[in-house]
């Protein structure tokens, strides 16, 4: 998978669009949340770049079948080094607070879903979301 610079948007960007993803097939009331105002306003990126990173997301798995057509196929390792590419604990809360609001969007979170969010808290030692 490719790199994006420490802390940038893009990396934020590619983050929420692992958490969309990772049940198989985005939900568009989950697509839409994480491209309001309020969302772009937090993770620092506009429509037009996280359709970008998400596009860039999708061909960076080119190939790669998923274990089940109910999942994607990244792994703990791949997201591990997405994890790693934001290291400023403000954004990395904000990023786990937006995440959570937009997994929810669709009134119900998936398994998926949840251990990339889960992932998100253990990997970087943040508290969950209120």
């Known amino acids: 998978m490719r790199t994006y610079p420490e802390n940038s948007s893009d990396a934020l960007a590619r983050i929420m669009s692992v958490a969309i993803f990772a049940d198989g097939m985005p939900d568009p009331r ?9 969302i772009q306003a937090r993770l620092g990126y506009d429509s037009t770049q996280f359709q970008r990173v998400m596009a860039e997301f999708c061909a960076d798995l080119g190939d790669r079948r998923p274990e089940s057509r109910d999942m994607i196929a990244v792994t703990p ?7 790693d590419e ?11 607070r937006s995440v959570f609001e937009v997994i ?13 969010l889960r992932e998100m808290v253990r990997h970087w030692d943040a508290s969950p979301p209120a």
């Open 86 to 96: 934001i290291t400023d604990p403000a954004k990395q809360a904000v990023a786990c």
């Open 77 to 83: 390792e791949d997201v591990g080094r997405l994890l």
């Open 104 to 116: 929810c969007a669709d009134r119900r979170a998936h398994a998926a879903e949840t251990g990339i």
């Open 30 to 38: 989950e697509l839409s949340l994480a491209q309001s105002p309020a």
